[in-house]
């Protein structure tokens, strides 16, 4: 399994991770932010998340894309309820 490669401290399975899931992660950032530096610093924290701790994945819950979309989702609405109220949205 992937994870367990990352788990290992891998770093070209790390490179696999990003190259499969970065524009899915990035186009449901944008999709949230609708600013593409936003999307991108969002996407960059959540793959170092998986990093840190590849042990948070459950694969008895779902897949691997589906968690990533719902991390990157939750990480991105966390930054639009962070915004200040004169910052456009």
């Known amino acids: 399994m992937l994870l367990q490669r990352v788990k290992g401290r891998d770093q070209n399975a790390m490179a696999e991770v ?5 524009g899915m992660m990035y186009s449901v950032a944008l999709r949230v932010l609708n600013d593409p530096a936003q999307a991108d610093d969002v996407m960059q924290e959540v793959l170092f998340q998986v990093w840190q701790k590849p042990a948070s994945f459950a694969p008895e819950r779902g897949s691997l894309g589906a968690w990533l979309a719902v991390i990157v ?3 991105a609405i966390d930054a639009v ?3 200040k109220p004169s910052d456009p949205v």
């Open 81 to 83: 309820r962070r915004r």
């Open 73 to 75: 989702r939750n990480r």
């Open 18 to 22: 990003f190259d499969r899931y970065s």
